[in-house]
Every structure is written in C-alpha cells, then in structure tokens.
C-alpha cells in the first residue's frame, strides 16, 4: 500500500472538528470562524439558532457574556489615554460607596479588578442571577462592606464584580453612561455594527436563543437577559463576523504596522491590554490520550495569555450565560485566530476552539515570533565572521563596544578562537549561515570547518552607533546534533543545554527580504 497522504482542506477539518458538537448534542447551535491578518477567513454553522429552525451563520447575534471584558479594558484605556483616570487610581477615587469589611485597609487599583488581581474572590457562581442587578442597588450592596479574600495585586481571582465596579468607575469619570461611550467611541469607530450593549439590540437583528436539557432531555429556551449593574462583566452581544475584526484589531498591535490600522485605541495601548499583570502557576494538563500539554498563563486585561512552548503566545478568553458558551483566542505573530459562539452549557466549546487555533498554525507552520533584523545586525555579522577567520586588531577595535575587551581581553578571545578552529579546522569557505535569532540585534550563525562547525554570536549596543556589546564562539564537532540548547547560545548561557522555550520557533527576517 502507498504511504501517500492526501490532504484534506484545512476548513473541511474544521468544519468536521465543530460539527460533532451539536451532532453530539452538546447545544443546538454552533457557529464559528477563523481568521487570518484581513480578518474572517472562513466560517461555518451547525444545529439551529432558535425556534424557527435558522441555521447559525457569521451574523447571527449571540451574548459574548465574559468575553465583553477585552471591550471594556479597551473603553477603559481609551479614557486613560485621554486624562480622564489613571490605571492606578484606587477604586474608591471614582467609586466612593466601595467599602472595605472588617479592618482591611489597602483598596484595590482599576489595573488590579482589570487583571482580576483585586483581592475580590471568585465569583462565577454567584453573579448569573444579578446580570440584570440596578447599579444602585449594586452601590448598596458594596456600601455594606466588600470582603477580600487576598491583598490586592497579589493572587489571581476571577471578580466579575470588580468589572463592575470598573464600569461604573469609567461611567463617572467620562460623564456619560458606559453603553454610549462604549458604542461612539470603540463599537461605531470599528465599524462593528452588530455588535450591541444587550440593552440596545434592534429587533430586526437575527439573535440566538440560548436553551438547557430538561430532565427529559428537551431542550428549553432561556429568556433574553439584559444586563445594568454588570454590563461592564458580560453585557455585549455580537457575531462571529464582528469578533473576527475585534481579534485581528487587537492582535495587529503586536505586528508591524499595516496601512488601514484604526486608531481607535493606540498600537501602544492595544499591547497594553494584552500585557500580563497577573502570572499563574505553570500547569501540565493530561489529554484524554494520555498526552501531557505544560503551559504557562498570566491575565492582562480583560483577556487571558497563554505561552505555547512551540508557537509563542496565544491570547483567548471564554464567557458563558444561562444557555450559552462561547470562546476567542488568537495568535498575535501569525494573524491567526478562532472564533465559536454556542446555544448550550454542555461539552467543551473552549476546547474546540483551542484546538481549531492549533491546527490553523500548525497547518501553515506559524512561528512563536519573529526577529527582523537590523542591517547593522547583518553587517557587524559579516564582519565578525571575516574576525573569526582571520583576527585583526583595528577590526576588533571597530566593531567591538567597549565592553567587550572589558568583560574578557581581546588577546584571551583570539587565543581561545584560534584553539576552536584547530579543533574542527581548517574553515570552509563559504558564505555564513544564520541558525538563530531572538531580538532585531543578535544572531547566531555557522562558519563550517572539515571537522565540524563553529556556532557564532553577536548581540548589539541599543545605542548610536551600532556595535558588539556580546560576542561568542562555540565549537561543535562532527557528529555532534544541533540541539536547541547547542545552538541558540543566548539561552545557552542563561538555562543550559536542556530548556524548553517558544524561542526555538523564531523566524529570522534578513533586510529587504522574507530570510536569508
């Protein structure tokens, strides 16, 4: 039999992979999206939307219920960069009815409920019946006293109330109500024109009705929710279509600026809401094949960032309601993105979604990041490798920042590199070849000799002008495997010769061209 291996359509895997979750009855209704650095790419749905029968499509309203809180932290910065508060302000600057219990003293920052690291406990379970809560109502109940169960920024813990509090804190300090300001001034901007607060939706739009199993295994309809107190926790509606542009907005800020960018929100901002404030203990999670996946996550704001050890960063966050589950992630260095809205509480659409994203980045082999370098980068390189193979002191005193004949004496260094290049000598003269690279200012490339290889590297000064604050030299014979901790020697130096690293990933952008 050929081993011949016929590939199948990326979106017919796809669509394959979200089919069984309403073939296996987990909701009625799945619709879901993935996108590439233009947005949506594709789309499909599955089950029905409502009673009516309709099937789900990329336009199709459904509540994002959590997943509004990326839109909040975003609202929020937008009135940072404006001077109408600061990250740092406690709570009780905007929102003076939030009262500590007992004798606790130290008052939570909007940055800290952002990052649900306020000290609030978790709260899931007790906020789906106060969706719909009147914020005075909600001011009463703080005014009462606010327990912590930790200090503030100390602990990650997931506070819908702090969001809340967060809404009502950027209510007061824009002066208008928090479902305009968050239309006008980033829904409307965006052009995200199916995107509502769930107290606004028109009655023409086409919504997913959410439903629960019975005891008898029917399926039963849930009531629209409208949100007040906790619009800021969970309160938007949207598409996958309008999603699909929220993502790629946001995860364009960590790519090289293309024409066309919004600005909405600042390039520097949109980052700053997808910088971690709050890191998480690494977890090593088993799959149902026995397979074991380590990762490490911390919460920005509003969102949640997840280290791949092999493609970098994932940003992604979840929202659930009565009769609804829902989840976004995308990978910011690709443009890659997945997008799944659902009408039930049942299986695992965050998963779905999750793996979906890994097979859009394995499928076009996405790196953990890139390193575009300077032409100064390739230049010094040029002429560190002509110093490795034949040294020249004014070349040396050229090339090298001042640090580096500190650091060890340049006699030291030609010695020893002369006694490397008896070992796997004589060189070989050929143009160098780059193995590695971190940042725009190192790279570690290869000089080949008759009886093995020279790994070189150089790390740049970030001041004017440009010159070898690292330079180093490592010899490895024949027969001897690249390893990742062999051949990337920056983190050689700092973690060994075994290390696990998204760092291994990194596509090296020469000048003027997509690699060497």
């Known amino acids: 039999m050929s081993d011949e291996v016929l590939q199948v359509p990326l979106h017919q895997e796809l669509d394959a992979l979200f089919g069984q979750h309403t073939a296996a009855g987990h909701a009625r209704a799945l619709v879901y999206g993935v996108t590439g650095q233009d947005g949506l790419a594709h789309s499909a749905g599955f089950g029905v939307a409502d009673d009516h029968g309709r099937v789900p499509d990329a336009d199709v309203v459904f509540p994002i219920a959590s997943m509004s809180k990326s839109f909040i932290a975003c609202a929020v910065l937008i009135a940072r960069d404006r001077g109408h508060l600061s990250l740092h302000d406690p709570i009780t600057r905007h929102v003076p009815e939030f009262v500590l219990a007992g004798d606790q003293r130290d008052v939570p920052t909007i940055e800290m409920l952002l990052g649900m690291c306020g000290g609030l406990t978790e709260d899931n379970s007790w906020v789906d019946p106060f969706i719909g809560t009147p ?24 506070s819908n109330l702090g969001f809340a509090l967060v809404g009502l804190a950027l209510t007061r300090a824009v002066g208008r109500p928090l479902a305009e300001f968050v239309t006008e001034e980033l829904l409307q901007p965006l052009g995200l024109t199916s995107t509502f607060c769930d107290t606004a939706v028109p009655g023409d739009v086409p919504r997913a009705v959410g439903y629960s199993l019975d005891a008898e295994g029917n399926w039963v309809a849930y009531p629209p929710q409208t949100s007040d107190a906790f619009l800021a926790a969970g309160g938007l509606v949207s598409t996958v279509r309008d999603l699909a542009t929220w993502i790629t907005w946001l995860g364009s800020a960590l790519r090289p600026e293309r024409a066309g960018d919004v600005p909405v929100l600042s390039r520097l901002s949109r980052r700053d809401v997808q910088r971690v404030r709050m890191v998480m203990p690494p977890s090593v999670a088993v799959t149902g094949v026995g397979q074991a996946r380590l990762t490490s996550s911390g919460y920005a704001l509003g969102l949640g960032v997840l280290t791949d050890l092999h493609r970098g960063t994932v940003v992604s966050h979840g929202g659930g309601l009565p009769g ?42 996405a790196p ?149």
């Open 324 to 365: 609804f589950w829902l989840f976004m992630a995308w990978h910011p260095e690709s443009g890659h993105g997945a997008v799944v809205l659902t009408n039930g509480n049942r299986g695992n659409p965050g998963g779905l979604c999750t793996e979906a994203l890994g097979r859009v980045l394995n499928h076009h082999r």
């Open 135 to 158: 914020t005075e109502d909600l001011l009463a109940l703080v005014s009462r006293g606010v327990r912590l169960s930790h200090p503030p920024g100390a602990v990650f813990e997931y």
């Open 368 to 516: 953990a990041s890139t390193a575009a370098l300077w032409p100064e980068t390739v230049a010094l390189r040029d002429q560190a490798d002509a110093l490795v193979r034949d040294w020249d002191d004014s070349l040396a005193a050229r090339i090298f920042a001042e640090n580096v004949d500190f650091d060890r004496p340049l006699p030291e260094r030609r010695a020893e590199i002369a006694r490397l290049v008896a070992e796997i000598g004589p060189l070989l003269d050929v143009r160098p070849s780059a193995v590695s690279a971190r940042t725009a200012a190192d790279i570690t490339w290869s000089i080949p000799g008759e009886r093995g290889e020279l790994l070189c590297m150089i790390h740049l000064t970030p001041v004017e002008p440009a010159r070898v604050q690292e330079f180093v030299v490592k010899a490895l014979p024949a027969g001897r495997p690249r390893t990742a901790g062999a051949t990337d020697i920056s983190l050689q130096r700092r973690f060994g010769d075994a290390f696990l690293t998204p760092a291994a990933n990194v596509r090296v952008v020469f000048p003027g061209s997509d690699g060497e």
